[in-house]
Nanobody, 115 residues
């Protein structure tokens, strides 16, 4: 399993970013996928999850209405559209696969929200 995140960067408060995770090494369309984040000095937390077919989602309360998770099973990619970004969204964002009780992670992509 390989997960590679991209799309992070520096953005001003109120701005937007779209994160992408490229997946390989497993049957992507058969598994739900998630995004997590870890801010400095804090534990990793779930941001959003998406079912294998893309028809069911869940979000952390802190990002509801601002972030949207989606996937393209033909491209083996999962996305996180982040709008109305706040300084407290600053974190390293990780793509996650949970399969057979095991968690797989990418290396993460850093999102910094600052003026």
């Amino acid at each position: 399993v390989t997960l590679v995140e991209s799309g992070g960067g520096l953005v001003e408060p109120g701005g937007a970013l779209r994160l992408s995770c490229r997946a390989s090494g497993f049957t992507f369309s058969s598994y739900g996928m998630s995004w997590y984040r870890q801010a400095p000095g804090k534990e990793r937390e779930l941001v959003a999850g998406l079912s294998s077919a893309g028809d069911s989602t869940n979000y952390a309360d802190s990002v509801k209405g601002r972030f949207t998770i989606s996937r393209d099973n033909a491209k083996n990619r999962v996305y996180l559209q982040m709008n109305s970004l706040k300084p407290e969204d600053t974190a390293v964002y990780f793509c996650n696969l949970r399969r057979w009780g095991l968690d797989y992670w990418g290396k993460g992509t850093l999102v910094t929200v600052s003026s």
